[in-house]
């Protein structure tokens, strides 16, 4: 019972190094998501993919890119780290056309940016 | 865009006690669900209770249940015989049924249980 898994759990970068955070979820899911969570802000949709094949931007995509690998893994790239993309990155998926598609979340990614 | 308001960053409760979680929302549509995460010290995120604007009645999970009203775009969470595992960040989250790919989610409240 996996669910939805990233890996890595924690990152130190250096500003203007690059990093992928991957994620894989098992539940047979359409939509997948990334988030950030930042103190006092709760989570903001950094960007989302809802199918296979296809991406969108979320509320703050700048600094950011994203592979929609398969329908199981959907991929978070940071070209060029800046310490404001310090933070601590969550991978969810749902499904898109089915109830209330309620979003089940991977355990989280804390990333530190120097 | 929707937009979700926790006004209370933190909360105490003693254990046993009810306590209660605000969340006020701004939308103008009239088809949503609503939902309250909890995020225990390990960070991960897990569903507490779920809500469809479309029902009249509250939703309840064993000691979580909340007050939905949709006049007012209040969906408060609240949370009976507190345990000391109930300690955690709690997060409202509000999901469009037109446009289901954007979670808008509360800044959090931190909720305290006091043996």
């Known amino acids: 019972n996996a669910g939805v898994t990233q890996t890595p759990k924690f990152q130190v970068l250096k500003t203007g190094q690059s990093m992928t955070l991957q994620c894989a979820q098992d539940m047979n899911h359409n939509s997948m998501y990334w988030y950030r969570q930042d103190p006092g802000m709760g989570l903001r949709l950094i960007y989302y993919?809802?199918?296979?094949?296809?991406?969108d931007k979320g509320e703050v995509p700048n600094g950011y890119n994203v592979s929609r690998l398969n329908k199981r893994e959907f991929s978070l790239r940071l070209e060029s780290a800046a310490p404001s993309q310090t933070s601590v990155y969550f991978c969810?998926?749902?499904?898109?056309?089915?109830?209330?598609?309620?979003?089940?979340f991977g355990e989280g990614s804390r990333l530190t940016v120097l | 865009a929707q937009t979700v308001t926790q006004s209370q960053p933190e909360m105490s409760v003693q254990e046993a006690e009810t306590v209660t979680l605000s969340c006020t929302y701004d939308?103008?549509?009239?088809?949503?669900?609503l939902f309250w995460y909890k995020q225990p010290p390990s960070r991960q995120m897990i569903l507490v209770i779920r809500?469809?604007?479309?029902?009249?009645q509250n939703a309840t999970e064993n000691r979580f249940s909340v007050n939905f009203q949709k006049a007012a775009k209040s969906f408060s969470l609240k949370i009976s015989d507190s345990q000391l595992g109930d300690a955690a960040m709690y997060f409202c989250a509000y999901r469009s049924a037109k446009n289901n790919n954007d979670m808008r989610f509360g800044a959090g409240t931190r909720l305290t249980v006091k043996p």
């Open positions: 939308t103008s549509e009239s088809d949503y669900y």
């Open positions: 993919s809802a199918s296979e094949g296809t991406t």
């Open positions: 969810a998926s749902s499904y898109r056309d089915r109830g209330p598609g309620e979003l089940f």
């Open positions: 809500q469809e604007a479309y029902k009249q």
